[in-house]
C-alpha cells in the first residue's frame, strides 16, 4: 500500500532552517502531484506549497521567498526547504500525494506529519 513518511522536523531559532523530507512508497511517484500542508496547534491545517508531476510549483502566501519545494523522482522523496523561520511557522507539516490528473485538495494520500517548532 502507499505510505509517506515525512522526517527532518524539530525545534529551531526564529530565522533559522529546516528541510523535510516526505519518502514515499507503493506508488509510481513521477505521476502524482505532491504538496506540503500544515496545521497549527488549534488551527485548520492549510496548503504551504505544492509541485506537478512536471515539476510546476506553487506557494501559500505567508511561505514565498522562504519555502522551496522540490521532488527527486529517483529517490521517491519530496522536500521542503524552509528558510528565515519564524514563530508564526510552527505547525505539524504533513506531506501529502495526488494524482496528477486531480486538484491538489482532491482524494489523496498523506503522511502522518512532521513537527517544526520555532522558538527562541
Known amino acids: 500500500q502507499v505510505q509517506l513518511v515525512e522526517s527532518g522536523g524539530g525545534q529551531v531559532q526564529p530565522g533559522g532552517s529546516l528541510r523535510l523530507s516526505c519518502a514515499a512508497s507503493g506508488m509510481i511517484f513521477n505521476i502524482y502531484k505532491l504538496a506540503w500542508y500544515r496545521q497549527p496547534p488549534g488551527k485548520q491545517r492549510e496548503l504551504v506549497a505544492s509541485?506537478?508531476?512536471?515539476?510546476?510549483?506553487k506557494y501559500g502566501d505567508s511561505v514565498k521567498g522562504r519555502f522551496t519545494i522540490s521532488r527527486d523522482n529517483a529517490k521517491n522523496t519530496v522536500y521542503l526547504q524552509m528558510n528565515s523561520l519564524k514563530p508564526e511557522d510552527t505547525a505539524a507539516y504533513y506531506c501529502?500525494?495526488?494524482?496528477?490528473?486531480?486538484?491538489?485538495?482532491?482524494?489523496?494520500?498523506w503522511g502522518q506529519g512532521t513537527q517544526v517548532t520555532v522558538s527562541s
Open positions: 509541485i506537478t508531476s512536471g515539476s510546476s510549483t
Open positions: 501529502k500525494a495526488v494524482r496528477d490528473y486531480k486538484v491538489i485538495s482532491g482524494d489523496g494520500y
